[in-house]
């Protein structure tokens, strides 16, 4: 059995689940069924990989409104990270949002929408 994307764009769900050769498909399989599969590798890349001169307020806003969540590990393996976002609580920009292990999860305010800029 092997997975591939479902489409070009190869979103987190969608994947299709194949386990049947075939000459017709260039990839030499054939699609048996579909499944929305969660594919995760704990870590919000648009935030940990943040440039260091995007590291502050305005840029943790802005990937956290696209991307709310961290990862446990980043947490605490980035302590500029942790800093901006208990700066952003503190100014309450963000809010917490209850999510499971391992993830941390906050929403923007309005405040905090507001403060975004481009």
Same mark, same amino acid.
């Given at each position: 059995?092997?997975?591939?994307?479902?489409?070009?764009?190869?979103?987190?769900?969608?994947? &299709?689940?194949?386990?049947?050769?075939?000459?017709?498909?260039?990839?030499?399989?054939?699609?048996?069924?579909?499944? #929305?599969?969660?594919?995760?590798?704990?870590? #919000?890349?648009? &935030?940990?990989?943040?440039?260091?001169?995007?590291? #502050?307020?305005?840029?943790?806003?802005?990937?956290?409104?696209?991307?709310?969540?961290?990862?446990?590990?980043?947490?605490?393996?980035?302590?500029?990270?942790?800093?901006? &976002?208990?700066?952003? @609580?503190?100014?309450?920009? &963000?809010?917490?949002? @209850?999510?499971?292990?391992?993830?941390?999860?906050?929403?923007?305010?309005?405040?905090? #929408?507001?403060?975004?800029?481009?």
């Amino acid at each position: 059995m092997s997975m591939k994307c479902g489409n070009d764009k190869c979103p987190i769900y969608g994947w &299709i689940i194949t386990d049947k050769k075939s000459p017709s498909d260039p990839a030499g399989y054939t699609s048996t069924s579909t499944a #929305n599969m969660h594919i995760d590798s704990f870590t #919000n890349a648009s &935030i940990v990989s943040l440039k260091k001169s995007l590291r #502050n307020e305005n840029g943790v806003l802005y990937a956290l409104k696209y991307h709310p969540r961290v990862s446990t590990w980043d947490m605490a393996e980035h302590a500029w990270l942790r800093k901006i &976002i208990e700066a952003l @609580e503190n100014k309450q920009l &963000i809010e917490p949002v @209850e999510a499971e292990y391992p993830w941390h999860e906050w929403k923007l305010t309005e405040a905090g #929408n507001a403060a975004i800029t481009v």
